[in-house]
Nanobody, 124 residues
Framework: QVQLIESGGGLVQAGGSLTLSCEFS????????MGWFRQAPGKEHEFVAG????????VYGDSMKGRFTISRDNAKNTVYLQMNSLKPEDTAVYYC?????????????????WGQGTQVTVSS
């Protein structure tokens, strides 16, 4: 059984940076594509970024391009989300997700496993 544990959320001022981490356990990490999603109050889940198991392909949501960077360390079974130039509209609960596939998906229903989420709050 795959388990995902996010960490690194918190309160940051607009323009600041945060790095989220998601620790994976239970299966062979490199066999799983990983994604980050977020959900703001009253809104649906939004795709943030995704990365292949090999780490050689990444995909980003439109509003994150140029500000967010997804990466992974397969030796540490961890995926990261570096967030720069944060805006108040980035405030949300951020979730990591995993799927045993060789491609990156941008929709929630493609992912089989989810973490509990970590709150990111950006103050203006």
């Amino acid at each position: 059984q795959v388990q995902l544990i996010e960490s690194g959320g918190g309160l940051v001022q607009a323009g600041g940076s945060l790095t989220l981490s998601c620790e994976f356990s239970g299966r062979t990490f490199s066999s799983y594509a990983m994604g980050w999603f977020r959900q703001a109050p009253g809104k649906e889940h939004e795709f943030v970024a995704g990365i292949k198991g090999s780490g050689d392909n990444t995909v980003y949501g439109d509003s994150m391009k140029g500000r967010f960077t997804i990466s992974r360390d397969n030796a540490k079974n961890t995926v990261y989300l570096q967030m720069n130039s944060l805006k108040p509209e980035d405030t949300a609960v951020y979730y990591c997700a995993a799927v045993g596939a060789t491609v990156v998906f941008t929709t929630t229903f493609r992912y089989d496993y989810w973490g509990q989420g970590t709150q990111v709050t950006v103050s203006s």
